[in-house]
């Protein structure tokens, strides 16, 4: 009873006749009601207006968001079918090898040539920063007075983490080799050059081997060099099978260990490449996939956000007309 005498109040004074000469205080207080009564009518719905456009953009960003993950993760995972049974099939490439030659992770030299193949595009989780933290600790472990230990970066995403602080280091850099499918003969020129241009005891290769789409593993292969792997022959080091065959023909043991070691390194990094390329793909999709659920998420948080808004905004509305309503029924 007391709003509804005050509002009639308040009415019948805005809506009196104009005084001729109306005296200061009157006129500070009615400019003082109008003042009341307009504020809080226009800038409420300003802001309601605004707050609800904002939250109505940001759902429209975060939906072309999602539409874009969910592209990239179809595109991976078309991509990752091919690849996957390329790469199981160049395991057995470089696997006899092994057996062959034997494999010394810890063998002591004193020219190490690091070869870290990594990718040359983002957004696929850490698969590079795992490639590169390997890299460096390798490097910090071959490396000392009378050592040297250099680098030999495959992909982008590589040498741009080691150019920051190993730059004096890179020897060679290599960018954009999965822009074409991988193929041996590519990877046989690039590894012939690499053997050419690069003074080594011992070629280390680091890439992520496939396990599955959510799971990879960073794999060190190391390679001797022929001379390197004579001596630890002669010196009974472990050197594989390759001392219990005879030699025949006109070659000498130093010849077959120099083409052995070669068509090797061929083959690992052949097998480097695609099991590389693949554990990117796999990342990517889980990625991806991570990225459109959260995107989703969000964009129920501000389904949310906009539905609350809205709906207080048309309340605040429907009291409006009410309470208009309830005055002109009490006049």
């Known amino acids: 009873m007391a ?17 001729p000469n109306p005296s200061p205080a009157a006129a500070s207080a009615a400019v003082t009601r109008s003042s009341a009564i307009s504020q809080p009518e226009m800038a409420p719905l300003g802001a309601r207006s605004i707050s609800t456009q904002i939250v109505r953009n940001r759902m429209k960003s975060v939906k072309n968001i999602q539409k874009i993950t969910k592209a990239m993760k179809m595109v991976a995972a078309s991509k990752l079918r091919a690849v996957q049974t390329r790469t199981e099939n160049s395991r057995g490439l470089w696997q006899p090898f092994t057996a062959l030659l034997g494999d010394a992770p810890s063998v002591d030299v004193k020219k190490n040539v690091i070869v870290a193949i990594t990718s040359d595009k983002g957004l696929c989780g850490g698969i590079n920063s795992t490639s590169v933290k390997v890299s460096r600790a390798l490097h910090k472990l071959t490396s000392g007075p009378e050592k040297e230990s250099k680098y030999v970066i495959l992909g982008e995403k590589g040498k741009v983490q080691l150019v920051r602080d190993s730059r004096n280091s890179i020897e060679m850099t290599v960018t954009e080799l999965q ?34 789409v959510i799971s990879f593993k960073p794999t060190v292969v190391t390679i001797l060099s022929p001379e390197v792997a004579e001596k630890e022959s002669e ?11 005879e030699i025949e023909g006109g070659e000498t043991k130093s010849e077959i260990l120099q083409n052995l070691a070669e068509f090797q390194f061929s083959c690992v990094l052949f097998n480097g490449a695609l099991e590389n390329a693949c554990s990117e793909l796999g990342a990517r999709m889980s990625a991806m996939d991570s990225s459109s659920r959260n995107a989703g998420d969000m964009l129920d948080r501000l389904t949310l956000t906009y539905n609350r808004t809205r ?4 309340t605040t509305e429907l009291i409006e007309i009410i309470s208009g309503a309830s005055a002109l029924e009490g006049k």
Do not use: C, H, W
């Open 3 to 19: 709003m509804a005498a005050l509002r009639r109040e308040g009415r019948r004074i805005l809506l009196s006749p104009t005084v």
């Open 235 to 245: 010196a009974g080091g472990k050197m594989g099978d390759l001392d219990s065959y």
């Open 311 to 314: 709906q207080a905004s048309i």
């Open 179 to 212: 822009k074409n499918p991988l193929n041996y003969t590519q990877i046989a020129v690039l590894a012939d050059d690499i053997l050419k241009n690069v003074e080594y005891d011992a070629l280390r290769v680091i890439f992520n081997k496939f396990q599955s």
